[in-house]
């Protein structure tokens, strides 16, 4: 196999870290076109996404828009049909309340609690990140690791005392 | 200004869920009474009211800052920013009506 075929190998592989790697691959770095560079330029190997590691402020990350997304999606008609309903009159607000009792309702419920946690408590990490507190790299993934436990605690307590 | 208003109305909203959370432990839990009971006060629907006001914007910030980064069709993009914008609005509008017609 050729040197540079081998040093994209160890790319892909590894991530990109030049002392690591043989003298051939961070020739790129002078000459735009050698062999390792043409070949990373037909095979983008950084985007090979099943090979890269989402660190958890990534995973944070994209959890806070997949739960927003989905309450924009689910939980605000949801929370404005429930509200509606359940202030109409006594025999609404006790139907709205048997309703949500089915069981998958209540899963549906689980899922919007959870959601809400999770954006919630990702966002207040935001607004910390914000003004600066706990933006080196050990805090800043201490803290994503909080809001991960810290919502998802939550919302097995609060949906225990729900069920 | 988009960024500070995402910020702000995230701000108004942990204010109101403290709010809720303050009334409903206040009240011991809830059932009919004390439910009509907030949204019989001018108050309350006012905070309902700017709560709604904050989620609908920061939607529309975050749904916005979605379908930039995952829509690239500028066509289809506006077509759902269109659709967002009008569903936003609508929600606006139902929650004046369940509001101001609470009894």
């Known amino acids: ?163 | 200004m988009d960024w500070l208003v995402q910020r702000l109305s995230a701000v108004v909203m942990v204010l109101y869920t403290v709010l809720l959370l303050a009334l409903v432990l206040w009240n011991g839990g809830i059932d009919y009474s004390v439910w009509t009971g907030l949204f019989a006060h001018g108050g309350f629907r006012l905070a309902s009211f700017l709560f709604m006001v904050a989620l609908l914007y920061h939607a529309w910030i975050g749904v916005r800052d979605i379908l930039m980064d995952y829509i690239k069709p500028p066509g289809i993009r506006l077509l759902l920013e269109t659709i967002t914008v009008v569903l936003l609005v609508a929600y606006l509008g139902w929650t004046m009506q369940i509001l101001w017609s609470a009894p």
């Open chain 1, 1 to 163: 196999m050729h040197k540079s075929h081998r040093a994209a190998r160890a790319i892909a592989r590894k991530g990109l870290n030049l002392a690591s790697l043989p003298r051939s691959a961070t020739r790129f770095a002078t000459y735009p076109n050698a062999p390792a560079v043409r070949h990373l330029k037909q095979r983008p190997v950084y985007l090979d996404l099943p090979r890269i590691r989402l660190p958890l402020p990534g995973i944070v990350s994209i959890l806070h828009r997949i739960s927003g997304a989905g309450l924009v999606l689910v939980g605000i008609p949801l929370l404005l049909y429930a509200v509606s309903r359940s202030i109409a009159s006594p025999e609404a607000y006790a139907s709205m309340k048997a309703s949500f009792a089915h069981p998958l309702a209540k899963i549906v419920m689980l899922g919007l609690l959870w959601a809400y946690l999770h954006h919630f408590c990702a966002g207040i990490r935001y607004l910390l990140l914000d003004i600066h507190r706990g933006i080196e790299l050990a805090p800043a993934r201490r803290s994503s690791a909080i809001v991960l436990v810290v919502s998802l605690a939550l919302t097995l307590i609060l949906g225990a005392r729900l069920w």
